[in-house]
């Protein structure tokens, strides 16, 4: 099975950014739809954003013209980049494998890898 290690977490000002970045251990997930999810604390976890292998992308509602999502499927990573950051966007950021190539539909009960989250802090 896929392993996925997350870096780039830490903590930032109101309206700062910071960059995500999902190691793949394997080849697996260039066939699979590749996602950002996150979990504010005690809360579950919700999409952030997701990416097809031919990198079709989507982004809640809050993340739109602020995060931007990419993949590198040769160097099998994932990243996320965040701008403008609020206090709102806290919690933890874990990377996720989907089931299929497509990501329409993907929520946590589909999810087929989970990685172990980063956590991201922005203070006021």
């Known amino acids: 099975q896929v392993?996925?290690?997350?870096?780039?977490?830490?903590?930032?000002?109101?309206?700062?950014?910071?960059?995500?970045?999902?190691?793949?251990?394997?080849?697996?997930?260039?066939?699979f739809c590749m996602a950002w999810f996150r979990a504010a604390p005690n809360k579950g976890r919700e999409r952030v954003s997701s990416i097809t292998p031919d990198g079709r992308t989507q982004?809640?509602?809050?993340?739109?013209?602020?995060?931007?999502?990419?993949?590198?499927?040769?160097?099998?990573t994932l990243n996320l980049q965040m701008n403008d950051l609020k206090p709102d966007d806290t919690a933890m950021y874990?990377?996720?494998?989907?089931?299929?190539?497509?990501?329409?539909?993907?929520?946590?009960?589909?999810?087929?890898t989970w990685g172990q989250g980063t956590q991201v802090t922005v203070s006021l």
């Open 3 to 31: 392993q996925l290690a997350e870096s780039g977490g830490g903590s930032v000002d109101n309206g700062g950014s910071l960059t995500l970045s999902c190691a793949a251990s394997d080849s697996t997930a260039s066939r």
């Open 59 to 76: 982004y809640a509602d809050y993340a739109k013209g602020r995060f931007t999502i990419s993949r590198d499927t040769a160097k099998n």
């Open 94 to 112: 874990y990377c996720a494998v989907g089931v299929e190539p497509k990501c329409v539909g993907l929520w946590y009960g589909t999810v087929r």
